[in-house]
């Protein structure tokens, strides 16, 4: 096992990559025999927590060139004289590895010509014929001129996208390995309620966790002791003090857990977490995994028949209007925009994306789809629940007495 698998969980194709370069910048004398150009640099792009400057690290390590690490800390035109400096340094010391942190945070506007992309353009080719290999890491490309993104400066562009599945479980358990965790506490259960977080989260909330654990007492990490811990770390929500009307009470329940029973019942664990716990005015709240993974039209409706699944729940029950649902009918009209952009073209003549400049008429003509769709698929999800009323009432209760499912 090299380094990169003993400090590195998952990520394979993107570790492939690392080991390459680390290769070529170890032996860069068998690679010229063939013939090949030295790259000189490469991107690593991701959000926070996702190991961007873990895994650069490594590279610099596995490399066995002397390594410098430069981040803003100043302000104009001493920021550009360091960064300047930075790269003086790395030249004097060829063959170096000069690691750029946090590309992103280089330039206060979103412009791509501001004076600091244009001075990073300017030490990179100034320094073209040293040999100097350059990473960087950012959250973000957007504002970075393509000039600066092109072949020849940056030779690898990586991208590293939150862990998911198995991947996610391995973190997980890679987390909890020192920790005693309880027997009916499943891996699968704790990544599928907090889908597409970064490793950071992962380790944060399993060490809150069994913060939680020590704290109550517990011979092991309960599944309450994560609960609490991934509400928190994850969702920002806490317990409070505040009492609720019982009728108010009963009637959250309900909402919440038709937006479960609806999510099981189109895909069978499918849902990851259901709670009726509020913070900050946020009443309650469902996580499904299987949003991440929405590709067909199928599941994309599926997604929005399960957003109004809480005002559907409500009028079955309890016979009216829902108003904690004005937030669940504002995302499905946002889904319904994406649908009618991807798929309604194919089904509908003449519809153009929401976006696109369109004439009155035509937009008049989108709405009336989209109204059309939207009541569709809100008797969709109230036949569902009609269908499986006492699974409804069975999720409720438990709600009301557990307050948190996983």
């Not at 003086?88 to 010391?93: G, I, L, Q």
């Not at 369109?358 to 937009?363: D, F, G, N, Q, W």
Request: glycine content about 6%; overall charge negative; aromatic content about 8%.
């Amino acid at each position: 096992m090299d380094k990169f698998d003993e400090k590195v969980i998952g990520y394979d194709s993107i570790k492939e990559t690392l080991r390459q370069i680390a290769d070529v910048l170890k032996r860069p004398e068998a690679y010229k025999e063939k013939g090949v150009s030295m790259p000189r640099g490469l991107l690593m792009e991701s959000a926070p927590g996702l190991g961007k400057s873990l895994m650069a690290s490594i590279l610099m390590e596995e490399s066995g060139r002397k390594s410098f690490v430069f981040r803003r800390i100043n302000e104009g035109n001493t920021f550009l004289g360091e960064m300047k400096d930075i790269f003086d340094v790395a030249k004097e010391e060829a063959p170096s590895i000069l690691l750029l942190e946090d590309l992103n945070l280089y330039v206060e506007s979103n412009s791509p010509y501001a004076p600091e992309w244009a001075c990073l353009q300017a030490c990179i080719d100034e320094t073209s014929d040293a040999d100097i290999f350059v990473i960087a890491t950012t959250n973000d490309t957007r504002y970075m001129p393509q000039s600066l993104l092109r072949p020849g400066r940056f030779d690898y562009i990586l991208n590293l996208n939150p862990p998911l599945g198995k991947t996610a479980e391995d973190i997980v358990s890679y987390y909890l390995c020192d920790k005693n965790l309880a027997k009916d506490v499943q891996i699968s259960d704790i990544v599928k309620a907090m889908p597409q977080v970064s490793c950071a989260t992962l380790e944060t909330v399993m060490n809150l966790a069994a913060i939680n654990s020590v704290y109550r007492d517990h011979a092991h990490v309960q599944k309450e002791d994560i609960i609490d811990a991934l509400l928190k770390v994850v969702y920002n929500l806490r317990k409070t003090d505040c009492e609720e009307d019982p009728q108010e009470h009963q009637m959250i329940a309900v909402h919440e857990a038709a937006h479960a029973v609806v999510g099981e019942v189109l895909h069978s664990g499918s849902i990851g977490i259901i709670t009726i716990r509020g913070s900050h005015g946020a009443i309650g709240g469902m996580e499904s995994g299987f949003a991440v993974y929405a590709k067909s039209e199928e599941e994309f409706q599926d997604e929005i028949i399960k957003t109004l699944a809480g005002k559907a729940g409500t009028v079955l029950i309890y016979g009216i209007m829902d108003i904690r649902a004005a937030a669940d009918i504002k995302k499905a009209d946002q889904l319904l925009d994406i649908w009618l952009c991807h798929f309604a073209g194919g089904g509908f003549s003449g519809v153009e994306p929401s976006e696109n400049r369109l004439s009155e008429p035509r937009l008049s003509y989108n709405e009336a789809i989209k109204s059309a769709k939207l009541e569709e698929l809100y008797r969709r999800a109230y036949k569902i629940l009609y269908d499986n009323r006492d699974f409804l009432l069975a999720v409720q209760k438990e709600l009301l007495e557990h307050e948190t499912l996983l």
